[in-house]
């Protein structure tokens, strides 16, 4: 089945540490995207890509890195200059910038810094 | 400012209830607007509205969308406890941008 798969779904890190949160696409899709949620507030979007090895910031990019080296995977690095990195993260692919079909997400990872 | 912006927050109800969630923005270049239905962890897709008037349907769902007046609402006919979840709200401007969401909890 194609799909969109994020791992790990529960992530834990000591303050000072970067992370990693993987992304990984099934469906051909040329765009992928990262977004945080907290409570209450809508998806923020931290990247996007829409081409291999080519990405973009999106309204909250600092403190974090992405690289696309492969179409299928889009992987998100949270640094040590993130000053609130406890959140819900989301990844998402389309096609054609989800103009047709909007986008499809994965799980998520739930990152909290302890 | 470009924004999204959902009303209610959160809503209670009970089966059978008819709920109408609402969506309002305010973006510059306007594409399209989404609705999504988040119940634990990945949004669902449910509508993408791009013209005014035409309601989208599906079983107990409908939406549709006024670009006169900025807004779109999603409606929900005889609830279900399965609708519990939160909707977002999404607008495409050259961005998505996504509103805060609506959190619906169906009880029996």
């Known amino acids: 089945d194609g799909g969109i798969t994020q791992s790990p779904k529960y992530l834990f890190r000591k303050e000072g540490q970067n992370v990693t949160l993987s992304c990984e696409q099934n469906?051909?899709?040329?765009?992928m995207y990262w977004y945080r949620q907290d409570p209450g507030q809508g998806l923020r979007l931290i990247y996007y890509s829409q081409i291999v090895n080519d990405f973009q910031k999106g309204d909250i990019a600092e403190g974090y890195s992405v690289s696309r080296e492969k179409k299928e995977s889009f992987p998100l690095t949270v640094t040590s200059a993130q000053k609130n990195p406890t959140a819900f993260y989301l990844c998402?692919?389309?096609?054609?910038?989800?103009?047709?079909?909007?986008?499809?997400f994965g799980s998520g990872t739930r990152l909290t810094v302890v | 400012e470009d924004k999204v912006v959902q009303s209610p927050l959160s809503l209670v109800v009970h089966e059978g209830d008819t709920v109408t969630l609402n969506c309002s923005y305010e973006?510059?270049?306007?594409?399209?607007l989404l609705w999504y239905k988040q119940e634990k962890k990945a949004p669902t897709f449910l509508f993408m509205l791009?013209?005014?008037?035409i309601e989208k349907k599906s079983g107990r769902l409908s939406s549709i969308l006024d670009k006169k007046e900025l807004f779109s609402i999603l409606n929900i006919t005889a609830t279900q406890t399965g609708d519990s979840a939160v909707y977002l709200c999404a607008v495409d401007d050259n961005d998505m941008r996504f509103g805060a969401g609506t959190r619906l909890t169906v009880k029996p």
């Open positions: 791009t013209s005014s008037g």
């Open positions: 469906l051909n899709h040329d765009a």
């Open positions: 973006v510059t270049n306007f594409r399209s």
């Open positions: 998402a692919s389309s096609t054609d910038r989800g103009l047709v079909y909007g986008y499809t």
